[in-house]
């Protein structure tokens, strides 16, 4: 079964950082790009970060780029969102997701999300 | 503030036929990049419904159709069923930000 089940969030103050972990079974994880995105209390959904299948390549949103750092570990089947000063706006449940099969095309498997609250 | 605009809502009976509208630009859904759908049902993670416009992921049913054009995609719903009631985004890739982007979201009431 593909599965994304991620981990890592948490309650934290603003300005401090958490590192959001991803861990994938279930498929060739080195064989595709992967994204995070999340989703406010309420909200629609962001797209927050993306990257290559073997890490080279890496894009951010602009309301996080500067701040978050997406990595991945293909031997350890696992993606990671290193998330430095946060803010309150960062609050958001957090899914790691699996492209459907290149880098443009949809995202067929989506983790249950890891929930993120920055607060102080 | 998304650069891909949705209907809040759209509603009807079951049964009935409708359409989800999504609205881009030039550097996105008017480009060469796809468009692709998502049903969030409430308390659920997204899952893909119409991927690359018009192509739907196996184990979706047929009631659900994509298409695109110009600087807009549609999402159609036929045959409207209870368990259809959630939200709907859409997706594609802006060149102009160099990421990706998703729709307003609409939320459907049957």
């Known amino acids: 079964e593909v599965q994304l089940v991620e981990s890592g969030g948490g309650l934290v103050q603003p300005g401090r950082s958490l590192r959001l972990s991803c861990a994938a079974s279930g498929f060739t994880f080195d064989d595709y790009a992967m994204h995070w995105v999340r989703q406010a209390p309420g909200k629609g959904l962001e797209w927050v970060s993306g990257?290559?299948?073997?890490?080279?390549?890496?894009i951010y949103a602009d309301s996080v780029k500067g701040r978050f750092t997406i990595s991945r570990d293909n031997a350890k089947n696992s993606l990671y969102l290193q998330m430095n000063s946060l803010r309150a706006e960062d609050t958001a449940l957090y899914f790691c997701?699996?492209?459907?099969?290149?880098?443009?095309?949809?995202?067929?498997?989506w983790g249950q999300g890891t929930t993120v609250t920055v607060s102080s | 503030q998304s650069v891909l605009t949705q209907p809040p809502s759209v509603s009807g009976a079951p049964g009935q036929r409708v359409t989800v509208s999504c609205t881009g630009s030039?550097?996105?859904?008017?480009?060469?990049?796809?468009v692709h759908w998502f049903q969030q049902l409430p308390g659920t993670a997204p899952k893909l419904l119409i991927s690359?416009?018009?192509n739907r992921p196996s184990g979706v049913p047929d009631r659900f159709s994509g298409s695109k054009s110009g600087t807009s995609a549609s999402l159609a719903i036929s045959g409207l069923q209870t368990e259809d009631e959630a939200d709907y985004y859409c997706q594609s890739y802006d060149s102009s930000l160099s990421g990706y982007v998703f729709g307003t979201g609409t939320k459907v009431t049957v």
């Open positions: 997701v699996k492209v459907l099969r290149s880098w443009y095309s949809g995202m067929d498997v």
């Open positions: 990257i290559s299948w073997n890490g080279v390549t890496k």
């Open positions: 030039n550097s996105n859904i008017g480009s060469t990049y796809d």
């Open positions: 690359d416009n018009s």
